[in-house]
């Protein structure tokens, strides 16, 4: 089913009649209903209120008594009407007293876990009583919303007794469904009290916006300090790396020795001129790294808002997720990230997360033109090696920069050539 963001982009460069056609055809599966949202009040509450207001207990009573009513007849004896109006009653009962026995509680969001597309994500809520009376039978959950669907319950979902003043921590559990930033605009709790058959519920407006990072992808990794030490020893890029040269031993002076190199010390030992000998550094010298991905999604035409599958570009961002561990793991810290033609500066983990679930699909692979500062390990990830990435790494690396590719394969596309810091991974 279509949405509004679907809706197809006119390309000057086709016939008019094909942009009619594509129109016709998102009208016709455009989606007329808009997805539920839960806020306090409005056009909704009537129907907000029946529906919460009867647990499956209460529908079942209700169901039965009307049915016994339908049923009830003087020429049937079978069906008892007493019986159908005992169960209205209580179902009436009930409301009257979880009404007026309607707790009065303060919730505030306390910390949540970083959210995963499939996986439940659960939330701490700090709940207090501010009434004079006693809340019984309380169960806590999420407003109502697009995206996520509930993930169960959790051990300390239900409350059975919450004195005045008192104060208990719960969680909340949602499961997001995608990659975004997942608005959830409050909290309900619900009150079962007195016999579980109907529901008061009290909502609080604790709008939170939760990054949603992609599933994790299931590739071994070797340390990138490891794969560095075997570019630097191939001495494509040691000579002109900073702090890339290390001293390998000292020998007498020979013609055409430069100055700079000559080893005092050693020269005054042994009573003639020394030199230093350096070699292309194995170990790697850097500050940090700096990761570039490339965001180009197969099969996105010119005239699609969007793409129909963004499994390719979530992927590639799980590899990007996995590569910022490793490298903290080996005191290497983020310093920039492109997640398309521009370096954006990492300040903390909260800007990596928000970068990751915010990046859209491109139609095109693009890679920044420069690289933004010297002294740093740089990382690709791509899933097709085309000639124009291909061409910028060879660029990055013919300037003195030590850059590893990585390549997500078994998904099509081309492969990297078999060269010094390009390695290939299976999907």
């Known amino acids: 089913m ?40 409005g056009w909704r509450a009537p129907l907000r209120a029946l529906r919460d207001g009867l647990t499956s207990t209460g529908v079942a009573v209700l169901l039965a008594s009307v049915l016994l009513l339908l049923l009830a007849r003087r020429s049937n004896p079978g069906f008892d009407l007493g019986l159908a109006t005992a169960g209205l009653l209580l179902l009436a009962l009930s409301a009257a007293v ?33 009434g004079r009376r006693p809340a019984r039978e309380l169960m806590l959950r999420e407003w109502r919303g697009p995206g996520w669907r509930p993930a ?15 104060t208990q921590l ?20 619900h009150s079962f009290f007195p016999l579980f058959l109907t529901r008061s519920t009290v909502g609080v407006a604790l709008p939170l916006e939760l990054p949603v990072l992609p599933p994790p992808l299931p590739v071994s990794l070797p340390p990138l300090r490891e794969l560095a030490a075997q570019c630097l020893k191939t001495g494509v890029h040691a000579a002109r790396s900073a702090g890339a040269l290390e001293y ?24 003639e001129l020394m030199s230093r000998v350096f070699r292309g550094g194995s170990e790697l010298h850097a500050d940090g ?12 035409a010119p005239w699609q808002r969007r793409p129909r599958d963004v499994a390719a570009l979530d992927r590639r961002l799980a590899l990007v997720l996995e590569l910022v561990a490793h490298a903290r793991a080996e005191a290497l810290p983020l310093k920039a990230l492109a997640l398309g033609v521009d370096w954006q500066p990492i300040a903390d983990e909260a800007a990596l997360h928000r970068a990751v679930a915010t990046c859209p699909p491109t139609r ?8 933004p ?54 999907a």
């Open 2 to 41: 279509k949405e509004f963001a679907d809706r197809p982009v006119r390309v000057p460069q086709e016939p008019l009649a094909l942009h009619l056609w594509r129109m016709t055809r998102w009208l016709l599966d455009l989606r007329l209903v808009p997805r539920l949202t839960e806020r306090r009040g």
């Open 98 to 130: 979880g009404r007026l026995w309607r707790p009065r509680l303060d919730l505030v969001r306390l910390s949540h876990q970083v959210a995963v597309a499939g996986q439940p994500c659960r939330s701490r809520v700090r709940l207090t009583n501010t």
């Open 364 to 371: 095109h692979a693009h890679l920044p033109a420069s690289l």
């Open 289 to 300: 790294v700096a990761i570039c991905c490339d965001t180009a999604v197969a099969g996105f």
């Open 248 to 271: 390998a031993h000292t020998r007498p002076y020979q013609v055409g020795d430069p100055s700079t190199r000559l080893d005092h010390r050693a020269s005054a030992r042994r009573g």
């Open 170 to 189: 719960c969680e909340v559990a949602v499961m997001p469904s995608a990659r975004g930033l997942l608005h959830l605009p409050g909290l309900a709790v």
């Open 152 to 166: 169960g319950a959790s051990k300390s979902a239900l409350i059975d007794r919450l004195d005045a003043g008192q």
């Open 373 to 426: 500062e010297a002294g740093l390990l740089y990382l690709l990830v791509t899933e097709d090696a085309s000639d124009a990435i291909t061409a910028q790494v060879a660029a990055w690396r013919a300037a003195g920069n030590l850059v590893l590719a990585f390549r997500l394969a078994g998904r099509g596309g081309r492969a990297l050539p078999a060269a010094p810091g390009n390695h290939e991974l299976p």
